[in-house]
Structures are given as structure tokens and as C-alpha cells.
């Protein structure tokens, strides 16, 4: 399971290229979107993640609480498993039944998007499609395939669920090769105001444990 989160964020992980737009309605909505989350600063999400492998017979979830300052590429995820830190720069990986910090440097290469941006993935890359709107729990929800415009991923679909009326994402569904699934469900978010300090690793923190630098 503490394996599960790392999946997530490498499957988020796309060639950073110009976006080829093929569907008018689609576009339309994610503009949309972009727009709302452009203008937060930092952004609190809870949120459920869930892997799963109908074929291998797999299926995990977990939980946590994601907060984000996508102008500046800062990020921190908090599960039940580990916690991941960043303040655009480095990332601190806090395995918790390992009692270990692994100290990296962010990629902020061309080929690849910081965790501060899932709200956006959609911007480069992409190909996108409308789908039929589909109703949940009496709200109507927008529904755009996505598929990416370079070659070697691991994934061939992102399928993206939004609020049609607060203009949010409400789930994110990536298709594996592998015939694997992979769902991210966004329970709540909105803008928070706290201190820029939450990205930061601070040692007091995390007493007795080992750090381990890997840059």
C-alpha cells in the first residue's frame, strides 16, 4: 500500500508539450476549470485513491489530505502511510512504518508535472473529448476523455469527472496498459489560508527518524 501513492503521482507524470485540442465543448469546460483554480492560492483537498486490477483480482484504497500552491510548484500529501513534502525544490518522503525520510530533488524537467498541478494536468499534453454528461447523487456531472499526445506512457486514458455547476474535478480515472485502474476522488477542496511553512520538512516534526539523502 505505501507503494500505491508513488503510482499515482508517476502516472500524473506527462511529456510537458503543446496540447492539441480537439474538441471545442471539451475545451470549453476545462478552460473553465482552469480559470477557478488558477485564481486560489494554496488549495486543501481531501481526497481516496484506488488501484485496481479486475484481471490480478486487486483492489486498494487509501485516503488522505493534499494541500497546494501550483504557482510555486509546492506540495504536501498526507496519508495513512507516508507523508510527501515540497517546496519546489526538494521532496521529503516520510515512510512511516519505516520510520525514513528520503530526500530527493524535485523534476522539474519538460518531462515531467509536480504533484501541485493535478488540478490542471489537462493544460499540455492532451488530446480531449466530451463524453455524455452523467447524474450522481442528484448533482450532473461533465465527463472528458483525455489521451496523450506522446508516445511511452504506461496509461492510454485519463477520464475526467467535473462539477458541472461549481466547475471542479470530482474524479479522475487513469487507464493503465496494463489493464489496471486507477481512480482519484476528490471529497472536498477549497482555498485555505495558512502558512507557506507547511511545505517545508521540519525535523522536529519527525523524531528518530532516519534521513536519507538521495540527490
Known amino acids: 500500500m505505501k507503494k500505491l501513492l508513488f503510482t499515482i503521482l508517476i502516472l500524473f507524470s506527462i511529456s510537458a508539450i503543446s496540447s492539441a485540442q480537439t474538441d471545442p465543448k471539451a475545451k470549453a469546460i476545462l478552460a473553465a476549470v482552469s480559470k477557478k483554480y488558477s485564481a486560489y492560492n494554496i488549495i486543501k483537498a481531501n481526497f481516496s485513491y484506488t488501484i485496481e486490477n479486475p484481471q490480478s483480482k486487486i483492489k486498494q484504497t487509501e485516503s488522505g489530505t493534499l494541500y497546494t500552491k501550483s504557482k ?6 498526507i496519508t495513512s502511510t507516508q507523508d510527501m513534502i515540497s517546496d519546489g525544490k526538494s521532496q521529503w518522503t516520510y515512510l512511516k512504518q519505516d520510520k525514513e525520510v528520503n530526500l530527493s530533488n524535485v523534476d522539474n524537467s519538460s518531462n515531467s508535472i509536480n504533484p501541485a498541478k493535478i488540478f490542471t494536468i489537462y493544460e499540455k499534453g492532451y488530446k480531449y473529448v466530451s463524453m455524455p454528461d452523467i447524474k450522481e447523487n442528484a448533482r450532473v456531472y461533465n465527463v472528458i476523455d483525455l489521451t496523450p499526445t506522446a508516445s511511452g506512457n504506461n496509461f492510454f486514458k485519463i477520464r475526467l469527472t467535473i462539477d458541472k455547476l461549481n466547475k471542479q474535478i470530482y474524479k479522475a480515472m487513469i487507464f493503465d496498459k ?23 520538512f521540519n525535523p522536529q516534526s519527525y523524531p528518530g527518524v532516519e534521513v536519507v539523502d538521495l540527490r
Open 72 to 77: 510555486s510548484n509546492k506540495f504536501k500529501i
Open 178 to 200: 496494463n489493464g489496471s485502474r486507477y481512480s482519484y476522488l476528490i471529497k472536498s477542496l477549497l482555498p485555505v489560508k495558512i502558512s507557506e511553512s507547511i511545505f517545508s
